[in-house]
């Protein structure tokens, strides 16, 4: 969707000509998409801050500890081992919101984006709070420093740092988990000097995001909005000024009413815009999708007794065509790589080992004589505990129909303490009757208790 003048794509709305701020003083929204946002908001700030706090067996629900390599996903830890589950996971993930991207735009941006909750719905809120609506916050910014402008900037100082302080804590808590934040409190800064600078560096980023950098996180620095012309078709859904409806646009005028399109040219859609663009030049990247122009429109529709709608989610098929939304080869294309990922993550989910052992003939020994008329080879075996308690295991030569054995170990038997790794030596001892190939296939049962953990298959070497 595109305005005949397309000059306004060369630049950002939100930088000068000679490349100064042009500051957004962005109207507050009213409406049911508003509404609507505020009450998912609510739900996800919720969400947000309670997930540190609930535990599953003593460990958090969710952990991203990239300083130890430990993740923790709906309880379920996740070792450097299982990078290749995680690594599809995040594949997975993001073949989703590309699926949906093409299919519903940058819903995502507009309802769930961190940085467009925070923003929009607790820093901006605390803004109007403070400060007020966008024309009072106008003649405040515009106003010298005397005792109301100092007042309320240091108000909103205060508030801001405060909240970034408490964001800091939380994100810190999925980093390294509520209890270890919670310690550090306890205990001081003094004591924990190595984590209160991070803890710092997080609050002075967020601080500085929400205060002045707010927009230019998505215009500039976010890669799903630069994606988004990449990511769009004309099916798209995606929040659109109707201009076949539309235009041409003009003032109320009894004499030509009948000449004009339903917009007015109010520009109330251009004053509650955040990002400060005019969505009806046409789909722009700086646009998040936020909503607050169909309210806007829809406010002012509703007053002049025309239909609402006029700014809504729609396609441009839609809007040009009046076609409905329908399935094109991408949207199956993705669709069929999204449910093959699927599936192949579900397999790996569902046969994800808590015990992994990898078991290795020791290098440059072939195998030894022993009394009894027997031969036997040694192996190493490496096991990964990934279970929150500590698992005793035994090692059983499997397949005894075809080769009688035993297994030695030599030293103490394994024990693997919870969350950590093992490691142990161990014979294998046969019949040398028995022994008919240089090279034999056995498999090693790995036993806790009554319960066979794994089955590792390796050779045994016999003399010729
Ligand atoms: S154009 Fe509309 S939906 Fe897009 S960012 Fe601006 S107000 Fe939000
Ligand atoms: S709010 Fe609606 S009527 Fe007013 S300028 Fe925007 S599109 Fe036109």
Known sequence: ?????????????????????????????????????????????????????????????????????????????????????????????????VL???????????????QTIFMEMVFRKIEYWIDGDAEKQKRLSAMPWNGEKILKRSGKFVAFFTMSFIIANYFLAYLIGMDDVMLYMKEGIAAHIATFIPLV???????????????????????????????????????????????????????EIDKKGDCIDCFDCVRVCPTGIDIRNGTQMECVNCTACIDACDAIMTKVHRDTGLIRYASENNIKKGEKLHM???????????????????????????IQATIMRAQGMLY???????????YNIKLINKTRKDIPVQLRLEDEDELHGTIKMVGKDLHVPSESIGDGVFFVIIDKSELHHRKNKIEIGVYSGDRRIQVVKTNFVAPN
């Open 328 to 354: 094109t080869v991408r949207t199956g294309a993705y669709i069929g790589v999204l449910v093959i990922l699927l599936a192949v993550l579900t397999t790996l989910l569902a046969t994800r080992r808590d």
């Open 368 to 378: 030894q004589e022993q009394p009894g008329n027997k031969i036997s080879n040694i």
């Open 201 to 255: 560096i997080f609050t002075c980023t967020f601080f500085f995001v929400y205060w002045w950098f707010r927009e230019q996180a998505c215009l500039i620095v976010c890669p799903y909005g630069r994606l988004q012309g990449v990511m769009l078709d004309p099916n798209s859904i995606v929040v659109a000024y109707d201009y076949v409806r539309g235009e041409p646009r003009g003032r109320i005028n009894k004499e």
């Open 1 to 97: 969707m595109s305005a005949p003048n397309e000059l306004f794509r060369d630049s950002f709305g939100t930088i000068t000509k000679d490349g100064k701020r042009n500051w957004v003083f962005a109207k507050k929204p009213h409406g049911k998409f508003y509404n609507g946002r505020t009450i998912v908001s609510i739900v996800y700030l919720i969400v947000f801050f309670a997930l540190p706090w609930i535990k599953i067996h003593d460990e958090p629900l969710f952990l991203f500890n990239m300083f130890e390599r430990k993740f923790i996903l709906f309880g379920m830890i996740f070792w450097p081992q299982d990078f290749f589950v995680f690594a599809l996971g995040m594949l997975t993930f993001i073949v989703f919101v």
């Open 100 to 114: 949906f991207t093409v299919v519903f735009g940058r819903i995502f941006c507009g309802w769930v984006c961190p």
